[in-house]
């Protein structure tokens, strides 16, 4: 099979051929329909994240039909669209699984990360983290909607009941989950790159009520304010954004170093919160929650031997959606 490798963080991938895997005990192969291009890739890629597996297949918003079942794996049959999340393995023994929190896991696995993922033909994912995904639609939408909608949906509902919302960095995660928000009736304001008119265009197309640089301050004080562009410099920003009382939510794997802030803009009972990883009950309630179907997914199609031109557009913010690759 075909796969893009990353041999050395901070290195191109390469395009490799490869054994097809096998699926052992308890795993499914996958063959790959389409694998979205996320963030989490990059800082993969760019040697922001620690130790990943070398080599390495990247990606972790995997579209793909069930091709090969291992032995002991039962309730799926072959040919079944189904898609392969961030999160890959837990031990189920540490204190953090038997308290129901498995994306704290003490030692998990992570496709794209420490375990292949999607940018390749085909992929292996053990049976309990496949996610089941409809039939009779494009997998490239689908892709976004297995990380960008995931952690969004996880960071969102941290929130709390949050109506007037905040959205920094308006890529992936932010154009689905303002969408869904929208629709159960909140007032979403887009905070974007400053000087990017075309990501302002495209939130307020999408219906959020306001959209301004990330440098600017909102109308009014915000309930709470995700933020999913991994710059530090904005959570004293959004600090500023949100009321006495107000939360605001991490959602990315990395940021940057977050600078010294006065303790006034924290004061008040104001909350800054990481979201870490995603569990499998996040998946199922978001497919149960939200009308994915409704959703305007917002993708840019590239071909599998591209990946490192879909990762260098995602790095300097030339992508509007996300980037999708098909094998």
């Known amino acids: 099979m075909r796969a893009?490798?990353?041999?050395?963080?901070?290195?191109?991938l390469a395009l490799?051929?490869?054994?097809?895997?096998?699926?052992?005990?308890?795993?499914?192969?996958?063959?790959?329909?389409?694998?979205?291009?996320?963030?989490?890739?990059?800082?993969?890629?760019?040697?922001?994240?620690?130790?990943?597996?070398l080599p390495l297949i990247p990606g972790h918003e995997v579209v793909g039909r069930v091709e090969a079942l291992g032995d002991g794996v039962e309730g799926i049959e072959k040919g079944t669209r189904m898609g392969a999340p961030w999160l890959g393995h837990v031990c189920g023994d540490c204190r953090h699984c038997r308290e129901g929190r498995e994306n704290l896991c003490d030692a998990?696995?992570?496709?794209?990360?420490?375990?292949?993922?999607?940018?390749?033909?085909?992929?292996?994912?053990?049976?309990?983290?496949?996610?089941?995904?409809?039939?009779?639609?494009?997998?490239?939408?689908?892709?976004?909607?297995?990380?960008?909608?995931?952690?969004?949906?996880?960071?969102?509902?941290k929130a709390g009941d949050a109506q007037r919302l905040g959205l920094y960095g308006f890529g992936a995660a932010a154009h689905l989950l303002a969408q869904a928000a929208i629709r159960e009736g909140r007032e979403?304001?887009?905070?974007?790159?400053?000087?990017?008119?075309a990501a302002a265009d495209f939130a307020r197309r999408l219906g959020c009520a306001t959209a301004r640089g990330s440098d600017e301050a909102p109308d009014a004080p915000l309930d709470a304010a995700i933020l999913f562009a991994p710059v530090?410099?904005?959570?004293?920003?959004?600090?500023?954004?949100?009321?006495?009382?107000g939360r605001v939510i991490c959602?990315?794997?990395?940021?940057?170093?977050?600078?010294?802030?006065?303790?006034?803009?924290?004061?008040?009972?104001?909350?800054?919160?990481?979201?870490?990883?995603?569990?499998?009950?996040?998946?199922r309630s978001f497919f149960e929650q939200v009308d994915t179907a409704a959703l305007e997914v917002e993708t840019t199609e590239f071909p599998l031997d591209e990946a490192n031109d879909?990762?260098?557009r995602l790095r300097d913010g030339r992508l509007t959606g996300a980037a999708v690759l098909i094998p």
């Not at 097809?20 to 499914?28: A, I, L, R």
């Not at 530090?232 to 009382?245: E, I, M, S, T, W």
Request: net charge negative; aromatic share 6%.
């Open 232 to 245: 530090g410099d904005l959570v004293p920003a959004a600090l500023r954004a949100v009321r006495k009382g």
């Open 188 to 197: 979403v304001h887009a905070f974007v790159r400053p000087g990017d008119a």
């Open 16 to 53: 490799r051929e490869r054994e097809t895997p096998d699926p052992g005990p308890g795993q499914v192969r996958l063959r790959v329909e389409a694998c979205g291009v996320c963030r989490t890739d990059l800082h993969v890629v760019d040697g922001e994240l620690p130790d990943p597996k």
């Open 108 to 157: 998990p696995g992570f496709h794209g990360w420490t375990l292949d993922g999607g940018y390749a033909e085909a992929m292996l994912v053990e049976a309990p983290f496949l996610v089941p995904l409809p039939e009779g639609v494009d997998p490239a939408p689908l892709a976004p909607l297995l990380c960008a909608g995931l952690i969004g949906w996880r960071s969102y509902r």
């Open 310 to 312: 879909a990762l260098a």
């Open 251 to 283: 959602g990315g794997i990395h940021m940057s170093e977050i600078p010294a802030f006065p303790y006034s803009i924290l004061w008040g009972e104001r909350r800054v919160e990481s979201v870490a990883n995603l569990t499998r009950e996040d998946a």
């Open 4 to 12: 893009m490798v990353l041999e050395r963080p901070g290195a191109p």
